[in-house]
Structures are given as C-alpha cells and as structure tokens.
Nanobody, 127 residues
Framework: QVQLVESGGGLVQAGGSLRLSCAASGLSFRSYTMGWFRQAPGKGREFVAAINWSGSRTSYAASVKGRFTISRDNAKNTVYLQVNSLKPEDTAVYYC????????????????????WGQGTQVTVSS
C-alpha cells in the first residue's frame, strides 16, 4: 500500500511561514521524483515545486520562486516544502505527489507524470 501523508498546514498571517511535510510509505522513496501542487478555491491544480531523487535538482513555479523551498530527507522518506513570506493568494490545499520517472526539469510540472498523491494539507493565509 502506497501512502503519502501531508502535514504542517494551518492558519497564518500574511508574511508568516510554515513547513509542510510529506511522509511516504509503501514505495522505494529514493527512486521517486517528488512534487508539490496546490489547489485554491475556484482554481485548478497548480504546480508548486519538484525535486529529484537526491535533492540536487529542484524546480519552482514562478509565483513561489524565492519564497518556497523544497527539500527531502531520504533516510526519513520525507519531502518538505518550506513556505515563507506567505500571501493570501497562497491559500490552498497543498498536495504531495510521487513520480516514478526520472527527474525531467520543467516537465516535472505536469501533474500527469505523477503516480501517487496525498490527501493534502490546508494552508490558509489571512491578510
């Protein structure tokens, strides 16, 4: 059974920070590119960030570059998303996803590449 479980979301004021976590089980974690996506009210699913198997390569959506940081700890089978300088427009459900294919740079933004998804964690940013 493959399971991705997000945590760390919550309610914060604009300018605040959170550290989101995604704990993976039931898969060979080191073999997977990991990604974060989000879905805001009234919008479709949006790519946020991706990271290759070792953590040496990352990609970000332009809207979050410089504010968000993706990282992973393969010993803990966990991927993280540090979200800083939060804005109300960052309010969304944030989803963790696992892609069994090799890291592909900008193509890692395609949701169709990902094999497994978590249930999401809510991030709400107040003004």
């Amino acid at each position: 059974q493959v399971q991705l479980v997000e945590s760390g979301g919550g309610l914060v004021q604009a300018g605040g920070s959170l550290r989101l976590s995604c704990a993976a089980s039931g898969l060979s974690f080191r073999s997977y590119t990991m990604g974060w996506f989000r879905q805001a009210p009234g919008k479709g699913r949006e790519f946020v960030a991706a990271i290759n198997w070792s953590g040496s390569r990352t990609s970000y959506a332009a809207s979050v570059k410089g504010r968000f940081t993706i990282s992973r700890d393969n010993a803990k089978n966990t991927v993280y998303l540090q979200v800083n300088s939060l804005k109300p427009e960052d309010t969304a459900v944030y989803y963790c996803a696992a892609d069994g294919g090799a890291y592909s740079g900008s193509d890692s933004s395609r949701s169709q590449r990902y094999d497994y998804w978590g249930q999401g964690t809510q991030v709400t940013v107040s003004s």
